[in-house]
């Protein structure tokens, strides 16, 4: 796998840092997180947050997430993009609002020209707390500790910040086999 495929940009290879913006889609709140990771694997926090779009009607709903992420997107500027996969709904009708809600958030993305990377929740909490079936509470923990946060950030958020947390890992592991290979 090559660097652009990794979402590695030329500056991040050469020890610059890359920016990751880790995405929770949901059609009532999404969050969003973004950090720089460097290839030493420091991780630094850049801005977290949640477009709560709830209280909306729900086409105008999937419009503000959209409009909310290019926003973000606009103003932090990230080089890669994470975002959590769906895996589960309550019923039908929340599974297909939750898709299209993730659908808004990918256009974003993919409209801004980021390389986009899907992880399952599974994946994120191994990557961040160690295990896969952590409480949302040892996510949100564990996120401000491994960002040095001051305060615990919203669960939306936390999750986000985690998923980018866990590209930052893929992506590192990828990079360092990458060096080996090419040894």
């Given at each position: 796998?090559?660097?652009?495929?990794?979402?590695?940009?030329?500056?991040?290879?050469?020890g610059?840092?890359?920016?990751?913006?880790?995405?929770?889609?949901?059609?009532?709140?999404?969050?969003?997180?973004?950090?720089?990771?460097?290839?030493?694997?420091?991780?630094?926090?850049?801005?977290?947050?949640?477009?709560?779009?709830?209280?909306?009607?729900?086409?105008?709903?999937?419009?503000?997430?959209?409009?909310?992420?290019?926003?973000?997107?606009?103003?932090?500027?990230?080089?890669?993009?994470?975002?959590?996969?769906?895996?589960m709904?309550r019923?039908?009708?929340?599974?297909?609002?939750?898709g299209?809600?993730?659908?808004?958030?990918?256009?974003?993305?993919?409209?801004?020209?980021?390389?986009v990377?899907?992880?399952?929740?599974l994946?994120?909490?191994?990557a961040?707390?160690?295990?896969?079936h952590?409480?949302?509470?040892?996510?949100?923990?564990?996120?401000?500790?491994?960002?040095?946060?001051?305060?615990?950030?919203?669960?939306?958020?936390a999750?986000?910040?985690?998923?980018?947390?866990?590209?930052?890992?893929?992506?590192?592991?990828?990079?360092?086999?990458?060096?080996?290979?090419?040894?």
């Open positions: 796998m090559d660097a652009a495929a990794m979402g590695l940009s030329a500056g991040a290879l050469a610059a840092a890359v920016r990751i913006i880790g995405i929770d889609p949901g059609s009532l709140r999404t969050g969003y997180g973004i950090i720089d990771s460097d290839t030493s694997g420091q991780l630094r926090h850049v801005a977290h947050g949640c477009l709560n779009v709830s209280g909306q009607p729900f086409l105008e709903r999937i419009g503000a997430i959209h409009r909310g992420l290019r926003h973000v997107i606009g103003d932090t500027r990230p080089d890669v993009a994470a975002v959590e996969q769906v895996f709904a019923n039908a009708d929340s599974a297909l609002k939750l299209q809600a993730r659908g808004a958030a990918l256009v974003a993305l993919l409209e801004a020209g980021l390389p990377h899907e992880y399952t929740a994946q994120v909490k191994k961040t707390v160690g295990g896969g952590a409480a949302k509470e040892q996510v949100q923990s564990m996120v401000r500790w491994l960002l040095k946060l001051s305060a615990i950030p919203q669960a939306d958020a999750d986000a910040l985690a998923c980018a947390i866990c590209h930052a890992h893929h992506a590192g592991t990828q990079q360092r086999w990458q060096w080996a290979d090419s040894r």
